[in-house]
């Protein structure tokens, strides 16, 4: 009831909830209504996407944003203007557009003045390359739009190769850019370039239709996952062998990190990192003792936590430690692709 109750409230706020969005998210319920989907990525100040969806009035606008203060501002913009058609969201994009948004269902996307990293050592941060527009032309529809600016010229000539490189986007323009645009609300950040003497590239590309096979998978969300063992040590003994460790598989990264103990005593909670691009997630695992030698390993539910590949991995590889600490520990049941809880892949971190 409590996870219904969230959900509708989030339907009616434009500031999304993200925990209680599904994978992928459904724009038309958020939304209240169906009609074509513009999103603008970092959108700071919020005044591009407040204009964007004033001009548009049968769009649905969806800001995405990493900074906390941009997205309250935004907010206060959007019920200051009475815009019924803004959603907004705290998310990396890359999450937003791999996660929350099934293939072939944006109408547009406008990403004004990106963070330009202009160190070479923060290059590897910058969001456009050749791989990000390859995940963009799976998430637009065919003639989807996609609007670029940037003031910064190191960054246009990369952005530029890329866009001149990738297959899936045709320019609407006669150039690859353009160096004026007066039809377009001015940003923050445009007004400063041009203050500051700085050459503004506009870009103006169209998904075209050249097949863009799916690299980018929605990450899938298992039942509950847990394993149920004997083992004949008591949670101190367990608690007294445990040291942070690590695990890993092609795609996913795993960290035990502090081992806590519950007030009464009878369950240990192991705070765990999971990195499963594009999907990081800090939780809690349990060991809880039903009855002695009797242990349930599951997910604790503090802070929404999905239950992805990596966190069934992250369950088997804790029972696979608790199972090594002693010969005469087996597995009573679990809920797990059984070859996760084959081998033993933890190591001291
Ligand atoms: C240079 S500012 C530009 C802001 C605004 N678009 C403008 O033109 O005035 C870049 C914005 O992108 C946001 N941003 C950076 N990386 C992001 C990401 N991966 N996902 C979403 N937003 C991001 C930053 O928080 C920042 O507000």
Redesign the pocket.
Same mark, same amino acid.
């Given at each position: 009831m409590w996870g219904l109750a969230s959900y509708n409230l989030s339907m009616s706020s434009t500031l999304l909830h993200n925990h209680l969005l599904p994978w992928p998210a459904d724009w038309t319920a958020v939304f209240n209504r169906e009609a074509p989907l513009l999103i603008?990525?970092?959108?700071?100040?919020g005044?591009?996407l407040v204009d964007l969806a004033q001009k548009r009035p049968s769009a649905n606008a969806l800001g995405?944003?990493?900074?906390l203060p941009?997205l309250d501002k935004a907010q206060r913009k959007v019920q200051t203007a009475g815009l019924s058609n803004v959603r907004v969201l705290q998310?990396?994009? #890359?999450? =937003?557009l791999q996660v929350l948004c099934a293939p072939e269902s944006i109408a547009e996307i406008t990403?004004?003045?990106?963070?330009?990293w202009p160190k070479a050592r923060q290059l590897h #941060?910058r =969001?456009i390359d050749v791989e990000f527009l390859h995940l963009l032309a799976t998430r637009l529809k065919p003639g989807g739009l996609l609007d670029i600016?940037t003031d910064h010229a190191d960054y246009a000539l990369a952005i530029t190769e890329a866009l001149e490189t990738t297959p899936f986007f045709d320019s609407r323009l006669a150039t690859t850019f353009v160096t004026e645009d007066t039809e377009r609300l001015r940003?923050?950040?445009?007004?400063?370039g041009l203050d500051e003497g700085r050459t503004c590239h506009y870009y103006k590309w169209v998904r075209n239709n050249t097949a863009a096979p799916n690299d980018f998978p929605i990450p899938k969300e298992f039942p509950m996952p847990h394993v149920v063992l004997h083992t004949p040590m008591d949670l101190d003994a367990i608690q007294a062998r445990y040291g942070r460790r690590r695990t890993s598989d092609q795609a996913r990264h795993i960290s035990f990190m502090e081992l806590f103990r519950a007030h009464e005593g009878e369950a240990l909670f192991v705070e765990t990192y999971i990195k499963e691009e594009p999907v990081s997630q800090r939780l809690g695992l349990v060991i809880r003792q039903r009855e002695p030698g009797n242990y349930v390993i599951s997910l604790h539910e503090l802070g929404f936590p999905r239950a992805t590949a990596g966190v069934q991995l992250a369950i088997a590889a804790l029972a696979r430690w608790l199972l090594s600490l002693d010969e005469a520990a087996h597995i009573l049941h679990h809920n797990l692709p059984g070859e996760m809880l084959e081998v033993d892949v933890t190591h001291a971190a």
């Amino acid at each position: 009831m409590w996870g219904l109750a969230s959900y509708n409230l989030s339907m009616s706020s434009t500031l999304l909830h993200n925990h209680l969005l599904p994978w992928p998210a459904d724009w038309t319920a958020v939304f209240n209504r169906e009609a074509p989907l513009l999103i603008e990525i970092g959108f700071g100040g919020g005044h591009f996407l407040v204009d964007l969806a004033q001009k548009r009035p049968s769009a649905n606008a969806l800001g995405v944003e990493i900074s906390l203060p941009a997205l309250d501002k935004a907010q206060r913009k959007v019920q200051t203007a009475g815009l019924s058609n803004v959603r907004v969201l705290q998310s990396d994009a #890359r999450y =937003l557009l791999q996660v929350l948004c099934a293939p072939e269902s944006i109408a547009e996307i406008t990403i004004n003045f990106p963070d330009p990293w202009p160190k070479a050592r923060q290059l590897h #941060r910058r =969001l456009i390359d050749v791989e990000f527009l390859h995940l963009l032309a799976t998430r637009l529809k065919p003639g989807g739009l996609l609007d670029i600016a940037t003031d910064h010229a190191d960054y246009a000539l990369a952005i530029t190769e890329a866009l001149e490189t990738t297959p899936f986007f045709d320019s609407r323009l006669a150039t690859t850019f353009v160096t004026e645009d007066t039809e377009r609300l001015r940003t923050k950040y445009e007004q400063i370039g041009l203050d500051e003497g700085r050459t503004c590239h506009y870009y103006k590309w169209v998904r075209n239709n050249t097949a863009a096979p799916n690299d980018f998978p929605i990450p899938k969300e298992f039942p509950m996952p847990h394993v149920v063992l004997h083992t004949p040590m008591d949670l101190d003994a367990i608690q007294a062998r445990y040291g942070r460790r690590r695990t890993s598989d092609q795609a996913r990264h795993i960290s035990f990190m502090e081992l806590f103990r519950a007030h009464e005593g009878e369950a240990l909670f192991v705070e765990t990192y999971i990195k499963e691009e594009p999907v990081s997630q800090r939780l809690g695992l349990v060991i809880r003792q039903r009855e002695p030698g009797n242990y349930v390993i599951s997910l604790h539910e503090l802070g929404f936590p999905r239950a992805t590949a990596g966190v069934q991995l992250a369950i088997a590889a804790l029972a696979r430690w608790l199972l090594s600490l002693d010969e005469a520990a087996h597995i009573l049941h679990h809920n797990l692709p059984g070859e996760m809880l084959e081998v033993d892949v933890t190591h001291a971190a």
